[in-house]
């Protein structure tokens, strides 16, 4: 098994470019997640997908749009890329989405993406 | 509005000693807490969690514990080792709307040293 996993590894843009961070699981989990890691500021989630036919916003979901295209695969795009948008993104799945009480919900994280945008 | 902070951006140790991170927490509905350890270039793994209920974990060299009155937990590495030099963040149920869905929210991380 794979785990999760993240292309391109690395990618630069100029302002205004756009480009999709794709993100593929072969866990069967139900659902993922996208975060972005900036120094000082742990990892902030931008969006997340409980389940294959839904998408809502985490924390910083401004500037970015999402695509959970099946259970597998959950894409996150930047329509026009800004230099605030520099930073490592993850993606990560997980089995359930919440579940009983006083159960944890371990995520699985993807390898990143660094994008930088000039 | 950060519910869960790490307050030590560093922690440099010797090889042998023990290694204490901490996580203060604002959210007293916490039912669950992780850590994760990250490596450079790599994306997080899940290292140990601890329930609500419970106020220690152990886990080989690992051990987490919380202390829910002053909303605080802490994870112990004895004895700590080179290979143990990494990011360790800290998290815990993002509850923002009303429910989780597995959401997690991260504390800011702190980079352990262990010197050979």
């Known amino acids: 098994n794979a785990g999760v996993t993240q292309t391109p590894k690395f990618q630069v843009l100029k302002t205004g470019q756009s480009m999709t961070l794709q993100c593929a699981q072969d866990m069967n989990h139900n659902s993922m997640y996208w975060y972005r890691q900036d120094p000082g500021m742990g990892l902030r989630l931008i969006y997340y997908s409980a389940s294959e036919g839904t998408t809502d916003k985490g924390e910083v979901p401004n500037g970015y749009n999402v695509s959970r295209l099946n259970k597998r695969e959950f894409s996150l795009r930047l329509e026009s890329a800004a230099p605030s948008q520099t930073s490592v993104y993850f993606c990560a799945s997980s089995l359930l989405a919440g579940g009983p009480s006083r159960t944890y919900n371990e995520q699985f994280f993807g390898p990143g993406t660094r994008l930088t945008v000039l | 509005d950060q519910q869960v902070k790490q307050n030590s951006p560093s922690l440099s140790v010797q090889e042998g000693r023990i290694s204490i991170l901490n996580c203060d927490y604002t959210?007293?509905?916490?039912?669950?807490f992780l850590w994760y350890k990250k490596y450079p270039a790599e994306g997080p793994t899940f290292l140990i969690s601890?329930?609500?209920?419970?106020d220690k974990n152990e886990d080989g060299r690992f051990t987490v514990f919380l202390n829910k009155s002053a909303k605080h937990l802490s994870l112990h590495i004895v004895p700590s080792q080179p290979g143990d030099s990494a990011v360790y963040f800290c998290?815990?149920?993002?509850?923002?709307?009303?429910?989780?869905?597995?959401?997690?929210?991260f504390g800011q991380g702190t980079i352990l040293t262990v010197h050979p």
């Open positions: 959210n007293s509905m916490f039912d669950y």
């Open positions: 998290a815990g149920p993002n509850n923002a709307g009303g429910t989780s869905y597995g959401k997690l929210t």
């Open positions: 601890i329930s609500s209920i419970k």
